[in-house]
């Protein structure tokens, strides 16, 4: 889907406009856990016992972190929302 295609931003068309954000940025930034505005939050991720316990099951580092913060990034969407 293209972003011209997207309808007005709502809590219908929410998971639309979250599944292209994700798409975006792992297409544009494919080491975005690395970027510097991310430091802070991968510090905490990385302090969780559900991250260690995941790269423990053999789930890769990267991939993990940057669901968490995908996930924190659809989140502040869904806030936004009314």
Known sequence: MKSWELPELSKQTLPEWSLLAREMIRD???????????RAEVTKIKG????RDDVAKGKPLKGTLQTAL???IANAMRSVVV
């Open 48 to 51: 969780r016992t559900t991250l």
């Open 70 to 72: 995908l996930d924190k």
């Open 28 to 38: 544009q930034v494919t080491e975005f856990q690395e970027l510097p505005e991310f």
